[in-house]
């Protein structure tokens, strides 16, 4: 069974490009979790999905940040217009589905490295 | 503000001395409790986590820690480290009142044991 994979694990992009991250849950698991992890910080809640449905996206930035978990394929963060502070490391978690706060563990992915330039 | 505070930023040990790394948190209400692991280069691993029950969790690798709800605290322990024990560590806490699961961590301790 494959962990929660994220691609690319290392992202370059110039200030004002897009950047789409990608996270690919385990297997089974419907519930998928967006964290970043700011330079000197620990990781900060963004956002919780489920299945075609954002459940909680109280620590999204207002503008520029959005994030989906499509019916099929991978959960997608996407970043427009990026600026040099988005610079971070993006993690994905999964958890099983029926969970939510009884969560018993949510499994990570090796995150993604963005760089604005 | 509410929080999870780690007290120790940067730890540095030599191999077999004994480890405590410092959690406290200041959310009323039932919460879940975790600390996790992040080796150089790899994805976050789950060490340990409390939700219930006797308030002296045991983990992987020998790890333990100790919950008291008095002290809001969950400090992680090990006896006797090793150099691969060489680390970031992240305590973490998942409230029940918010309904969803997400991880509010601490701003993660780095270990660096010396051989």
């Known amino acids: 069974n494959a962990g929660v994979m994220q691609n690319p694990r290392h992202l370059v992009r110039r200030r004002g490009q897009e950047a789409r991250l990608r996270c690919s849950p385990m297997?089974?698991?419907?519930?998928v979790y967006w964290y970043r992890q700011l330079p000197e910080e620990g990781l900060k809640f963004m956002v919780y999905?489920?299945?075609?449905?954002?459940?909680?996206e109280s620590g999204m930035p207002k503008e520029r940040f959005s994030a989906e978990f499509p019916k099929e394929g991978p959960s997608i963060l996407r970043i427009q217009q990026v600026v040099r502070g988005d610079s971070a490391a993006y993690f994905c978690a999964s958890s099983p589905p029926g969970q939510g706060a009884q969560a018993t563990e949510a499994f990570f992915g090796q995150g993604t490295r963005l760089t604005v330039v | 503000a509410q929080s999870v505070s780690q007290h120790n930023h940067h730890v540095i040990l030599s191999e077999a001395a004994s480890l405590e790394l410092g959690c406290n948190y200041s959310?009323?209400?039932?919460?879940?409790l975790f600390w996790y692991v992040q080796y150089p280069g790899q994805h976050l691993q789950l060490l340990l986590k409390y939700f219930s029950g006797d308030p002296l969790v045991k983990g992987i690798k020998g790890f333990e820690a100790e919950f008291i709800k008095s002290k809001f605290s969950f400090n992680l322990r090990k006896p006797s480290v090793q150099w691969s024990d060489t680390a970031e560590y992240f305590c973490a806490v998942t409230r029940l009142s918010s309904n969803t699961g997400k991880l509010i961590f601490g701003q993660g301790t780095t270990l660096q044991v010396k051989p």
């Open positions: 297997k089974g698991h419907s519930h």
């Open positions: 959310y009323g209400g039932t919460v879940n």
């Open positions: 999905l489920q299945k075609e449905n954002i459940i909680d």
